[in-house]
């Protein structure tokens, strides 16, 4: 994803009346979030594709996996992020033994009152960092299911709703798979984009070095200089905006035929549904927005489709044992659906 460019510039039912859409409130939303790019850079250096991704996943009011080795700055960016734009952010660090109460919060005793009331866990907040999600049992891992897909959490038959916005950055380790719980297709499927961080290139990552022989502290991006300049009345103003955003019937069409050519791939066992093509629309109107236009052009939707479709495909076992990757075999369907003028 190619960052838009740094200049200010959910529909309901249909039965529902849309709320009205202020153009000016959109234009404001866009260039603070703009902003949003430049203060993370303050603290995380070579990663301008997951903050992308992190933003377009918040203003889709989708949730983020995010996958790279250790010490790719997964834990510093979802932090920065949360800084500049001024939510309130929590990390859980997922373990064999985190019980779902520990998560989503449990009923404890009111001694003043006498009676049972609900605590509410880490999960109610706006930015939630599940680090390496995939180190937790499926049990628990089932119960952030209900408030990624829902944004509420049901606790002994009463249901809580979850602050708005909210977020889901989830991390795990591509490499060590010992004492891991994969994370089943369904639930990769609640993630609406999964954005791999690469090791910096040698320039960023002298830049890193720099920083820290200067003194930067990971642990603090407040030092670093990293300040509010969005806020959730931006995000959600956003959102409003991006429903505006038109779609022609020729992109429509354009993201269904990429979604048919992966289900034809014969070197998949599993292409695209069609939640994933919702998906990947939802992704494109938001870039298109972030780039400072009201129409989804098809260039929006290549530049999204790595990262919505990828973690949705499954490749043939015949076709894993002989090295083939699952972004190879997405790339050649791509480009064997043509582009629409």
């Known amino acids: 994803m190619t960052p838009p460019p740094d200049q200010p510039d959910q529909p309901g039912r249909p039965d529902e009346p849309r709320p009205e859409v202020d153009p000016q409130a959109g234009a404001d939303a866009r260039a603070r979030l703009r902003f949003v790019r430049a203060e993370v850079a303050k603290a995380v250096v070579g990663q301008d594709a997951a903050v992308s991704g992190l933003l377009v996943g918040l203003l889709c009011g989708g949730h983020v996996l995010l996958e790279g080795v250790p010490g790719t700055a997964k834990t510093l960016l979802v932090r920065s992020l949360a800084a500049a734009l001024d939510v309130d952010a929590r ?34 907040t706006n930015l939630l960092l599940a680090d390496e999600i995939n180190r937790t049992p499926p049990k628990t891992q089932s119960a952030l299911l209900e408030a990624m897909e829902e ?70 991006v407040a030092a670093a200089g990293v300040r509010a300049v969005a806020g959730a009345a931006d995000v959600e103003a956003a959102r409003r905006a991006i429903g505006e955003v038109e779609v022609s019937e020729q992109v429509a069409g354009y993201v269904v ?63 894993e044992l002989e090295g083939v990757r699952i972004e190879t075999v997405l790339a050649a369907a791509v480009a064997s659906v043509p582009v629409p003028r």
């Open 257 to 319: 035929d990429l979604a048919r050519a992966t289900r034809s791939a014969p070197s998949l066992a599993m292409g695209a549904s069609t939640r994933a093509a919702t998906a990947l629309l939802r992704t494109a109107r938001a870039w298109a927005w972030l780039s400072g236009r009201d129409f989804v052009t098809p260039d929006d939707v290549k530049a999204l489709v790595a990262a919505t479709f990828a973690h949705r495909l499954v490749l043939r076992q015949e076709a």
């Open 91 to 124: 990390r859980v660090q997922f373990t064999p033994d985190l019980m779902p109460g520990d998560l989503t919060g449990s009923l404890v005793l009111d001694a003043a009152a006498g009676d049972l009331t609900f605590r509410p866990g880490p999960v109610f």
């Open 151 to 220: 944004a509420q959490v049901s606790v002994d038959g009463t249901t809580h709703p979850l602050p708005r916005p909210f977020l889901v950055a989830a991390t795990q380790n591509p490499v060590e798979m010992e004492g891991t719980y994969p994370l089943p297709e369904a639930q990769l499927d609640r993630f609406l984009l999964k954005v791999v961080l690469p090791l910096p290139e040698r320039a960023a990552e002298v830049e890193v070095l720099r920083r820290h022989a200067a003194g930067f502290d990971p642990r603090d």
